[in-house]
T-cell receptor, first 112, second 114 residues
Framework: LAKTTQPISMDSYEGQEVNITCSHN???????ITWYQQFPSQGPRFIIQ???TKVTNEVASLFIPADRKSSTLSLPRVSLSDTAVYYC?????????????FGTGTLLAVQP | DSGVTQTPKHLITATGQRVTLRCSPR?????VYWYQQSLDQGLQFLIH???????AKGNILERFSAQQFPDLHSELNLSSLELGDSALYFC?????????????FGEGSWLTVV
């Protein structure tokens, strides 16, 4: 089981770039890395997913080093509405026998 | 909208009662996952079903059970309810050619036990 470790909380200001790192030392070969955003009382929302190197979409970038033992979610120019809990999730999805265990998440607080 | 539908959205019931939460996965998704999130707590994995079969169990209480039906919808049954069972229960799905390796969450069912 790939356990994940993230900082409990981070502070930022509007317009800044935010990087949240997740450690997953015992990631398996068939595991993907996925990041989610969760607002209070809402379901986690998919942000980005990757397997190795760098992935970019319209809202974020995901950096994964060659050894895949960590990953970094990069949020460019955050706004107040980006204040939320961010989770990284590591696992082999689909039909595989797996328990997709979430870590504690990182509470990002964006200030004006 | 993730495409995962959960009903009911809110439910208030008394201790000792039994409730059923329902989940309709994204079209074509074969896997369904259930999670529990208590107030100000993280997401606790309960159980995973794939195409009708149980694939993995987390910290699911013996009072709780789940199943996935031939049409791929899933139900989570919670019985002998206690105050501590009050939580948000999320369903997530994955595994279709569209969803692939990403799990998508529903908006949850709020259970309040009084």
């Amino acid at each position: 089981l790939a356990k994940t470790t993230q900082p409990i909380s981070m502070d930022s200001y509007e317009g800044q770039e935010v990087n949240i790192t997740c450690s997953h030392n015992n990631i398996a070969t068939n595991d993907y890395i996925t990041w989610y955003q969760q607002f209070p009382s809402q379901g986690p929302r998919f942000i980005i997913q990757g397997y190795k190197t760098k992935v970019t979409n319209e809202v974020a970038s995901l950096f994964i080093p060659a050894d895949r033992k960590s990953s970094t979610l990069s949020l460019p120019r955050v706004s107040l509405s980006d204040t939320a809990v961010y989770y990284c999730l590591v696992g082999g999805y689909g039909g595989a026998t797996n328990k997709l265990i979430f870590g504690t998440g990182t509470l990002l607080a964006v200030q004006p | 909208d993730s495409g995962v539908t959960q009903t009911p959205k809110h439910l208030i019931t008394a201790t000792g009662q039994r409730v059923t939460l329902r989940c309709s996965p994204r079209s074509g998704d074969l896997s369904v996952y259930w999670y529990q999130q208590s107030l100000d707590q993280g997401l606790q994995f309960l159980i995973h079903y794939y195409n009708g079969e149980e694939r993995a169990k987390g910290n699911i209480l013996e009072r709780f059970s789940a199943q996935q039906f031939p049409d791929l919808h899933s139900e989570l049954n919670l019985s002998s309810l206690e105050l501590g069972d009050s939580a948000l229960y999320f369903c997530a799905s994955s595994g279709s050619t569209v969803s692939g390796n990403t799990i998508y969450f529903g908006e949850g069912s709020w259970l309040t036990v009084v």
